[in-house]
């Protein structure tokens, strides 16, 4: 895999075999940063990658000069990958060994973009968006929240919806504050 744009773009990204992930393909990547560019100032933004994975969002966020960044997964492997990716690219990134639910329930911090990539079958799916506006400290007021998931998921119900985007299997589904404009 590599780095998609910024001041990595082009860099490849070695992904280990022992990790328990569906990493979002470039091509996904690519169509989900092409509408970012349109629409945020990254050198402002503090990040949060909820089931982070091999950490690639991240890193695309990272390359992009964002201020910080920080990801959760559970898994040791992710985490480790994360921890030497952010070595090796000298770059502002914390990794967290949280379950995200947990994670969303308790935290006091404050991010002005989540994006979340959960296993596309996780019976609990629904509730990652629920939680993130009911901790009404968690995204900045103009922040923006995208969640990551397959065509058999539909978000687009839940109040703060706002957009979706197609790029051949994966979607993504955009969420603001309801009072934002």
């Known amino acids: ?8 773009k082009g860099r490849n990204v070695h992904i280990p075999k022992n990790l328990p992930v569906r990493p979002t393909t470039d091509f996904a990547r690519e169509g989900l940063f ?14 949060l990658d909820l089931f982070s994975g091999t950490g690639l969002i991240s890193l695309e966020f990272l390359s992009r000069g964002v ?17 030497n990716l952010a ?14 639910f947990n994670f ?3 935290t006091d911090l404050q991010f002005d973009l989540i994006f979340a990539d959960p296993p596309f079958d996780l019976k609990n ?10 901790n009404t400290n968690l995204l900045h007021p103009d922040g923006v929240l995208i969640v990551e998931h397959s ?15 197609k790029y051949g299997n994966v979607n993504f589904s955009f969420f603001k504050h309801k009072n934002y404009e």
């Open 1 to 8: 895999m590599r780095v998609i744009g910024g001041e990595f």
């Open 125 to 134: 799916i629904n509730e990652i968006t629920p939680l993130v506006f009911q």
């Open 151 to 165: 065509k058999r998921t539909d978000l687009s119900k839940h109040i703060n919806f706002v957009d979706s985007r």
């Open 104 to 106: 969303l329930k308790n």
């Open 87 to 100: 070595n090796e690219f000298d770059v502002n990134w914390l990794a967290q060994k949280r379950d995200v």
């Open 67 to 83: 201020k910080s960044a920080l990801s959760i997964d559970i898994h040791p492997n992710c985490l480790k990958h994360i921890r």
């Open 34 to 47: 092409n509408v970012l560019n349109n629409q945020l100032e990254f050198d402002e933004l503090t990040v």
